[in-house]
């Protein structure tokens, strides 16, 4: 079994930046792929980026693409989110998320963590 525990959300203004952080309690999830989803109120569960489990690989929602980078740390076994130039629209609660590969998905994974609250204030 393997535990994720986010961190890093908080209360910004549009354009501002914050750093998602995602701790794995498990040594072998640094061999499972990564990714982070978020969900707004009332919303689907929405794909935002993944990264392969060597970094190697990383994919992101068009809505993200240049403003949000994935990214990890093996020897940690974490895994970051830096989101800059936020939006209001990218209010949503985070989540991590762990599995065997690169998808949008979020079927695809086996392990979730908690989720932490981002609110991005106009």
């Known amino acids: 079994q393997v535990q994720l525990v986010e961190s890093g959300g908080g209360l910004v203004q549009a354009g501002g930046s914050l750093r998602l952080s995602c701790a794995a309690s498990a040594r072998t999830s640094s061999s499972y792929a990564m990714a982070w989803f978020r969900q707004a109120p009332g919303k689907e569960r929405e794909f935002v980026a993944t990264?392969?489990?060597?970094?190697?690989?990383?994919y992101y929602a068009d809505s993200v693409k240049g403003r949000f980078t994935i990214s990890r740390d093996n020897a940690k076994i974490t895994v970051y989110l830096q989101m800059n130039s936020l939006k209001p629209e990218d209010t949503a609660v985070y989540y991590c998320?762990?599995?065997?590969?690169?998808?949008?998905?979020?079927?695809?994974?086996?392990?979730w963590g908690q989720g932490t609250q981002v609110t991005v204030s106009s």
């Open positions: 990264i392969s489990w060597n970094g190697g690989s990383a």
């Open positions: 998320a762990a599995g065997g590969g690169v998808y949008s998905d979020y079927h695809r994974y086996w392990y």
